[in-house]
């Protein structure tokens, strides 16, 4: 590619991204982590993220010792990441979130859902016994139907983990998004132990806040280094997790 072609797509992805900025900035929907469009506001920043407000089954929630039934016979979540391949790491504003081309898929009992994207928040926003953990994995399925599934990878500090040292290579640190390229099996590692974990049904924890999401929270943490924790906590410069949510008549599940 010439030099001067080089520059012209540069200025062209420039213009791209003002363009979108500033849509953003007119979106009377805009909602955030704090102050006026902050969680405790989403019900009421827009008539499609009511249910933020009025849901009866929100995510996300604590994993208290109280609320966890232990249930045999309980159908085990099968990941099988193999032919997945990340494609792209996006920085929405929100949250960092590595999108993954089909190819991956989440099986429990004879329900299938493909792998979608994964994307972090820190602190955790399920907690676990009222603790957070300092940050926690959402990777997003959804079945031909659009009926989607979480699995909850929580984060511990330990071990640097390499698959993260990938993905923060090539996170942008502003709006934005970058190529990325991980294989199937690296996607996998990330999968602790799919054979402990917690069930239950849930929402999105962003507006709008939709329900009728099956959650699944793996009980093994997954080690990232605390220059890794804190590389995220500094791109997004702020808390993305949503406070936890009332149980209400639901129960958790537990193998
Ligand atoms: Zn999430």
Redesign the pocket.
């Known amino acids: 590619m010439s030099k001067r072609l080089g520059f012209r797509i540069a200025g062209m992805v420039m213009a791209g991204l003002l363009v979108s900025g500033a849509a953003q900035a007119k979106d009377v929907h805009s909602w955030g982590y704090e102050g006026e469009n902050g969680p405790a506001k989403w019900g009421t920043l827009s008539p499609e993220f009511r249910m933020c407000a009025d849901g009866r089954n929100q995510s996300p929630i604590d994993l208290g010792r109280g609320v966890v039934v232990a249930q045999s016979g309980l159908a085990m979540p099968r990941s099988d990441y193999g032919k997945a391949r990340a494609t792209a790491v996006v920085n929405n504003g929100h ?1 960092i979130k590595v999108e993954v081309a089909k190819g991956g898929t989440l099986t429990i009992g004879e329900h299938a859902y493909n792998l979608l994207q994964f ?1 972090m ?1 820190a602190p955790s ?1 399920n907690t676990v016994e009222g603790k957070h953990f300092p940050m926690e994995i ?1 990777f997003v399925h959804a079945d031909d139907a659009g009926n989607l599934a979480v699995v909850g990878v929580m984060v511990k500090e330990g071990a640097e983990n390499p698959v993260f040292r990938k993905v923060w290579e090539k996170m942008p640190a502003q709006k934005g998004k970058a190529d990325l390229a991980l294989l199937g099996e690296e996607i996998a590692s990330l999968i602790t132990d799919a054979k402990a974990f917690y069930r239950f049904n849930g929402s999105l ?2 507006p709008p806040c939709s329900e009728g999401v099956v959650w699944i929270v793996l009980k093994k943490p997954l080690e990232l280094s605390a220059g890794q924790i804190e590389k995220f906590r500094k791109t997004m410069g702020f808390a993305n997790n949503r406070p936890t949510q009332p149980l209400n008549a639901r129960v958790v599940v537990s193998p």
């Open positions: 949250t994307h928040h926003e959402h924890t962003t």
